[in-house]
DNA sequence: ACCTGAACACCGTTCAAGT
DNA sequence: ACCTGAACACCGTTCAAGT
């Protein structure tokens, strides 16, 4: 039998991937996991507080999918979560949006994660497939167009299907191919 | 006198600035605009339709900001766009979040914003600036990365100030030396 | 055409109390 | 140590009624 505390998370998630935050009732999340309506807080401060907790759970799994290899490929890291935000809309934007000091389990899960991400650039860098330089800034920037260019397509705001269209994917490829050529040319 | 509609939204904006959509209960608005809690359903129809006037409102103005310039630099329009993201961090989520079908108004401002923007992106490549291509598919790409810098950094993910500190600013930079490497390369 | 007060169902949170 | 039922203040929305 799972503790309380896992069902509560479980609860939880099931409901902000069908709803949003604003469907993660404490009514809600407390029946489905077999309890009274404010059980949670035995567990959780508040309603932030599980809403936390689900933010560091999914950083720490999307973590330990890339632990598997030794050396993760940075192609295979961006599309990972460029992926995974496609999947879960939700949860990429509870993941990533705005958290308030909240829980230190969760700034500790995305520096963890920051790291391995920095690691793979250098790592690129030395094959050559990218231009020399800080690898914390150059990982900087290929997060933020990942992670932008997944937002903009949860949004609708990178254009619907046809002519111009183009992916989350396919801008992440764009912008390998650009910072290659910029490798070499130098 | 303004209009009550007008001071419903200016009403609401100013919640929205304080904090955030939650913030923004139609009771407070009422209050502040000397009406009842529930006139503003003589206006709009709920309250995500009330929003959904503010974020249009935003995105108008900011087409209104560069409507002065015959034709604005692609530079420039990049460089208010993240600041405005950064000095008004609720709007800018309201705005560029998820709007489901919502106000038909809100999906032509920003059709007419994107048309300027692949507008600006083609006069670089003119330039040389930029390396050729579809301007649209390269436009999105730079609007991919100035939103994910700046939601990253409103979130707090581009890292602490110190060592390897990137703003949204320093990586829309790099984003363009890149590519301009890139076109002289070619 | 626009506004109001009362009412309904719902929610987060607290508290005294139970085992 | 963990859970419960009742209660409080708050919210979005609806409705009958007013001018």
């Known amino acids: 039998m799972m503790e309380t505390r896992e069902r509560l998370i479980a609860a939880a ?5 069908r709803g949003g935050p604003a469907a993660v009732t404490l009514r809600e999340v407390g029946r489905a996991a077999g309890v009274s309506h404010n059980a949670p807080y035995r567990h959780f401060a508040d309603k932030d507080a599980l809403l936390a907790a689900i933010a560091a759970q999914e950083l720490k799994r999307q973590g330990a999918n890339l632990a598997g ?6 192609r ?11 999947r879960h809309p939700e949860r990429f934007h509870l993941t990533f949006g705005r958290w308030d000091r909240e829980a230190p389990e969760l700034a500790e899960a995305a520096e963890q994660a920051k790291a391995r991400f920095t690691e793979a650039v250098a790592a690129a860098q030395r094959r ?3 231009p020399a330089g800080d690898p914390e800034r150059l990982g900087a920037l290929l997060r933020a167009l990942a992670h932008g260019a997944v937002d903009l397509a ?14 989350p994917e396919d801008l992440v490829a764009d912008l390998f191919a650009y910072l290659r050529k910029s490798a070499e040319g130098g």
Chains 1, 2 share one sequence.
């Not at 290899?69 to 940075?74: A, F, T």
């Open 76 to 86: 295979a890291m961006l599309k990972g979560y460029v992926s995974w935000g496609r």
């Open 154 to 167: 949860l949004a609708g705001h990178l254009g619907a299907a046809g002519k111009g269209r183009a992916d």
């Open 13 to 17: 998630l099931a409901l902000l991937d």
């Open 69 to 74: 290899d030794r050396s993760p490929d940075l």
């Open 128 to 130: 050559g497939e990218l």
